[in-house]
């Protein structure tokens, strides 16, 4: 289906997408990569992110969901010879499948109790049989939806993973598939189940303010950059689904309008980072950074804005 809210969508996605390919090509060009089959992974994932855009019914939503998360897992341990890469690709593969084992329960739930694939006739049947069956498909989709935006408590692959994945990867992480997975959410939420709020407004809510709290105080202590962005990811996913706890559209609206400005900021943080890396050595911790305000004083506080 294409609406407004889809267009919008979509283009965040491609854009997303397309300013991490630019940012990646001199980093993947530099390394031993496959070079090709890294840039048909990340399509792919775009791929999926935009059928989840415009989904509406489970079966499509399902689709793009494991399409835009399956190329990660590859992309993931892309660093073959690297034992942190694959430690992390391994957690994310197993975590992966264990939330698409939750969402794809919620799903059949849902059919088994509607007969319905369509997301308005299911909304419709529902709001005459509200039952704990129903209540207990949204705890299990909003939990593997929750693995994938890496909300806590379903957080802890995220740091391990960003850590071992190569940068332009990282990048791609922090953007795409979390935009992605607030769009399952809004799908899944407001279409469905939209006359059952009370149901799933407090696991919402509880997402939210468990993630603020936990990416703020876990990134006080990280010494490593990406570990870093991985818990940064976190609380602002956070902040997203606060947004989205308020159930109504402009509540729609302030979580993609803060996503958006999260994606700018992220892809800003990023370019400062290889615009560093061109002139100096390969850092990996934030002590690696000392000395930049007086080598790069612009990039300093470029840097120290985002």
């Known amino acids: 289906m294409v609406d407004r809210f889809s267009i919008i969508l979509k283009g965040i996605f491609i854009l997303a997408t397309y300013l991490t390919l630019i940012l990646s090509v001199k980093y993947v060009e530099s390394d031993e990569y496959y070079q090709g089959e890294y ?22 939503l399902f689709i793009g969901i494991e399409l835009a998360s399956g190329p990660m897992f590859l992309l993931s341990g892309w660093k073959k010879r690297s034992p942190e ?6 957690k994310f593969f197993l975590l992966g499948v264990l939330s698409a084992a939750l969402i794809l329960y919620g799903f059949s739930l849902l059919y088994g109790l509607t007969g319905q694939i369509l997301f308005d006739n299911i909304a419709s049947l529902l709001a005459s049989n509200n039952s704990s069956a129903a209540n207990l498909a949204i705890i299990l989709v909003l939990a593997g939806i929750g693995f994938k935006i890496s909300a806590v408590p379903f957080h802890m692959w995220a740091p391990d993973v960003y850590q071992g994945s190569p940068t332009s990867v990282t990048i ?3 953007v795409l598939p979390k935009i992605a997975a607030l769009t399952v959410f809004i799908r899944f939420l407001y279409i469905p189940f939209v006359n059952m709020i009370d149901q799933w407004q407090m696991i919402i809510v509880f997402l939210s303010i468990a993630s603020m709290l936990f990416g703020a105080i876990a990134a006080i202590g990280q010494k490593n950059l990406k570990r870093l962005i991985a818990y940064s990811s976190i609380g602002h996913m956070g902040y997203a689904l606060a947004g989205l706890s308020v159930g109504s559209n402009e509540g729609i609206q302030s979580a993609i309008s803060y996503i958006s400005i999260y994606l700018v900021m992220n892809l800003a943080f990023f370019s400062c980072l290889f615009m560093i890396r061109k002139s100096e050595n390969y850092f990996e911790n934030i002590e690696d950074l000392a000395g930049l305000s007086k080598n790069h004083p612009i990039l300093s506080i470029s840097l120290m804005i985002v």
Do not use: P, T
């Open 39 to 60: 840039y048909f992974l990340m399509l792919c994932s775009l791929l999926g992110a935009v059928i989840i855009a415009s989904s509406r019914d489970l079966l499509i």
């Open 85 to 90: 890469s694959n430690e992390g690709a391994i």
């Open 172 to 174: 791609f992480f922090a």
